[in-house]
């Protein structure tokens, strides 16, 4: 209820229901195409294409974000530009327009640190 007031919630929290995420119930082809269009928007990615093709971006997508996660976590969010962080942040889906730099690069970090310890379906 606290993330649907608009509250952020903490790393630790996050990790502490990560199994409730993980498993075959919540494979992307098991989800209704409704929560696949919903996904695909929250990614800022376009939802009015068939759910075998929504299925194909989603999945694609999350594996793109993936790999980048493991790269800016070796190259350290340091190096980027706020450009660069901005459009990280973007590619993730946050919109950053209402955020300071310093908020980006907090928010990019707790995302990094998430995403590499999340494995397999948990992702």
Known sequence: FQVQGGARPHLAQLLA????????????????VDHVRAL?????????????????????????IRHLDRALLHLGLGQLSEEELRAACYLRG??????????????????????????????
Request: aromatic share 8%; glycine share 4%.
């Open 17 to 32: 229901v990560r199994s409730s995420f993980s498993g075959s119930l919540l494979v992307l082809n098991r989800l209704h």
């Open 40 to 64: 695909s928007q929250v990614l800022f990615l376009t939802p009015h294409l068939p759910a075998f093709f929504l299925r194909h971006r989603l999945r694609s997508h999350v594996l793109e």
């Open 94 to 123: 946050l919109n950053s327009t209402q955020l300071g730099q310093a908020e980006c690069r907090a928010w990019l970090e707790q995302w990094l640190r998430l995403s590499c310890e999340l494995q397999g379906t948990s992702a």
